[in-house]
C-alpha cells in the first residue's frame, strides 16, 4: 500500500464518524423527503406515487402563495431593518472610546439567548389590543393603537418586530467581530490621507466588512424564510383554541404552512413537495446574494 | 487499582441484579399511556393510574400527557414510525381512519364481555364498531352546556334563574350585558367565543339535517340555505357595532374565567376548570339556546384504544376496562367534572341540566381534521364585512375537499 492511499484510508477513517452522522441525520432524512414528495402519502394511510402531482398542486393552491407571499413580506421587511440597527450600533460598540462596551453588547445580545416560546408569550401580552404595555404607552399620546395580534392588518408586523428584536444582538455581535479583523492601518491610512468618517466608512470599513455583511444577510434571510415559532406561538401558542398562522392566515409564513399541511392535515407527500420548495427557494436566494455582494479581496 | 479480592462479590452481585429471572422490577408490565394535557381530566387519571396500579401490583401506568396543540403531531408522528404508546386517547370521529390503516387493536372479546357494552350511551359505541369487534371505548364524552356569570348577569338586568331559550334571546341577553369603553371597544363581552367551535357546532347542528358533512357523498353539507341561516347567527354576534364579543377583546385568554364575559358555552367538564381558576364565580349552567324546534346539542368525544403494534395488548386493554368501568367513569365524573357515558350512572350527575340535556345529543359528523376551515370562517365572520354566503360558500368548497382528503 502506497503511502498516499494509507494517508486517504486514515483521513477516511477519520472522517467516518462525521459522514455516518451526516448521513444518518441529514442525507437520508432529505433523500426520504425527496422520495415522499413523489407520494400521496397521508401520515396514517399508504403511499401511492404520483410523481411531480404535488408540485403540480402547488400551483393552483392559494395557501402556498399566501405563505410565500408572506415569508417573502417578512424577509424584505425583517432583514434590511435588522441590518440597517446593528451595523451602526456595531462601529458605535467598536469605538475605542466607548466605555461600558461588554455591557451594551451583553444587553443587546440577551434576547438571542432568551427562549423564544417564552419571549413570544410576553410579547403577545405585550401587544393586548386593550391591556398591553404597548397600547396603553400609545393611548397616552393620544394614539389608538391597533388590535396587533388580533387584526389581519397589523398581525405580520407585530411579529415581524418580534423577530428584529431577537437577532439584532446575533447581528450585531458577527459584525463587531467582522469589524475587529480589520486591520487598524487601512482606517488610519484613510484618515491621514484625509477622509471624512463616511468616506471612511463607504469606502473602507464597508468593503472590507464584505464577507462578514454576506455572512449577515445569508443566515437572516434564511432565518426569515425558515421562521416557525415566533409565529407559531404568537397566533396559537397555548390554550387559545386560535389558528397557528392566524387570523385569516395573515401570519401563515412558509414553515408554518408545511407544518399544517403535513401535521394537522396529514399531507406527507404534499407537505414533502412544499419543504423541497422552499430548500431550492433559499439555495436559490443564497446563490443570488453570493453573486451580488460578494466582492473578493484579498489584504 | 481495584483490589482483586473484590472482584469476585462484585461479579456475582452484578449478576444477581441483571439476572432477568431474578430482577422484580422486570415482571411488571409497563403500559405507556398518552392523552392530551386538561387541567380537570390530568387529576382524574392521576386518582385512577394510582388505584388502579393499588390494585394490580404487577402493572405500572406511564403516563404522558403533552399539551393539546402538540399532542396530535406527537401521536400521529410516533404511529406513522411504527412506534407510540400502548394506550392513548383520540377524538372518536378519527377511528375509520385509524381502523383502516391497522394502527388500533380490537378489544379481545373477554374485556368486551367485563365491559357491559350495553351500559354505554349506543351513540357513543357507534364509531368503535366495525363487524363484531370493537376497536376502542368511549371517554372524555362531551356535550354543551352555557355558563352564566350570576353577578354579572344580575348586574346587567338579566335573570340566570331565566336564561335565554332562543338564539335570539341570546343575542338580545348578550347585548345587554356587553360593555363599551368611550372608544366603543369592549371591556366585557355578553357571549365568550373564545371556544369558536362550541359556538358555531351549536348553531351549524342545530341547523342542518340530516347531516353537516355527508360521509358516503363525501362534502360538507352546510352550504344551503339552513347553513347560511346559522352562520347568519354567527354574524349577529360577531359583527359590527352591537358584537357581544370580538377576537380583539383579550384575544386567547379565558375571558368568562376571567369575569370579563357573562355567557360562555363549552362543554361541562369545564366545571372542573373553573373549579381550578375561578372557584369564586357563582355560576349558572343553562342549556344552550335552540331554533325553533326542539333542542340538539352536538356532542363530542374521544376514544381510549390500544395500539395494534403494542406487546402488552392484554394489559393495555385491561387498563381501557378500568378506566371505562363505573368506577372510572365516576371518577372521571367527580374530579373532572365529565358527563356521565354509562347509563347506569345518569344519576350520579349532580347537575340537573347537564343530566336533563344528555337526551338532545346529537354526535358531531366525521370532519376529518377540518376544523381550522370553520374556525377560520367563524374569524372571517368577525374580522372582514364580506357577505356570509359567500364566506359560506368558499369555506365549503374547501371543507368538502379536506374531508375528500381524509376519506380518500
Known sequence: MTFYRRQALWGLAFAAPALLLFGVIVAYPLLWAGWLSLQDYSLVGRKVFTGLG???????????????????????????VVLVISLPLALALNLPLLRLRAAFRTAYFTPVVTNVVAAAFVWRWLFDPQLGPINQVLKLIGIQGPAWLADPRSALPAMMI????????????LFLAGLQTIPQEFTEAAQIDGASPGQTFWRVTLPLL????????????????????IPYVMSAGGLQWQTPGGPLDS???????????????????????????????IVLLTLIQMKLIQRPFEY | MLNRKLILPLVVILTALLWPGHSVAQQRVTVLHWQHFHEARAAALRALQTVYQQQNTGV??????????????????????????????????????????GFVAGAPESVIAEANIGDFFPWTLTPFRRGNR???????????????????????????????????????????ATKRDGQGNIVQAGLDTRYKWAVYSSILYQHVFPNVVNPAAKRAAWGGPQGIAAWKIVEQLLRGPAAVDSPRFLPGQRKWEAKKAVFYINHPVNRGVIEQLAPDIAYTIAPIPRTGRDLVIPARFW??????????????????LFLTSPVGVRTWMK????????????????????????????????????????DNLFDAVALTTTPIEQLVAEAVAKETQCVQEALK
Open chain 1, 54 to 80: 404535488n408540485y403540480a398542486r402547488l400551483l393552483s393552491d392559494p395557501l402556498f402563495w399566501k405563505s410565500l407571499r408572506n415569508s417573502s413580506v417578512w424577509t424584505v421587511g425583517v432583514v434590511p
Open chain 1, 251 to 281: 401570519t401563515r409564513v412558509f414553515v408554518l404552512h408545511i407544518y399544517d399541511v403535513g401535521f394537522v392535515r396529514f399531507q406527507m407527500g404534499y407537505a414533502s413537495a412544499n419543504a423541497f420548495v422552499l430548500m431550492a427557494l
Open chain 2, 335 to 374: 374530579e373532572a367534572g365529565d358527563l356521565p357515558w354509562r347509563q347506569s350512572l345518569v344519576s350520579y350527575e349532580p347537575n340537573a341540566v347537564v343530566r336533563d340535556t344528555l337526551k338532545f345529543v346529537r354526535p358531531v359528523d366525521y370532519t376529518g381534521n377540518c376544523d381550522p376551515i370553520r
Open chain 2, 134 to 176: 370493537y376497536y376502542g371505548l368511549p371517554t372524555d364524552v362531551q356535550h354543551l352546556v352555557m355558563y352564566i356569570n350570576n353577578p354579572l348577569a344580575r348586574e346587567a338586568g338579566l335573570d340566570p334563574a331565566r336564561p335565554p331559550q332562543t338564539w335570539d334571546e341570546l343575542v338580545t341577553q348578550a347585548r345587554r
Open chain 2, 303 to 320: 376514544a381510549y384504544v390500544v395500539n395494534s403494534r403494542s406487546r402488552n395488548q392484554e394489559a393495555a386493554w385491561r387498563w381501557v
Open chain 2, 60 to 101: 405500572a401506568i406511564q403516563t404522558d400527557l403533552p399539551p393539546l396543540a402538540q399532542y396530535f403531531d406527537k401521536l400521529l408522528t410516533a404511529l406513522a414510525t411504527g412506534s407510540g404508546p400502548d394506550v392513548f386517547q383520540v377524538r372518536a370521529e378519527w377511528m375509520p381512519i385509524l381502523i383502516n390503516g
Open chain 1, 210 to 229: 464584505n464577507p462578514t455583511l454576506l455572512f449577515v444577510v445569508v443566515i437572516l434571510v434564511i432565518n426569515a424564510l425558515r421562521v416557525f415559532t
Open chain 1, 162 to 173: 418580534v423577530a428584529v428584536w431577537k437577532q439584532i444582538g446575533q447581528a450585531l455581535v
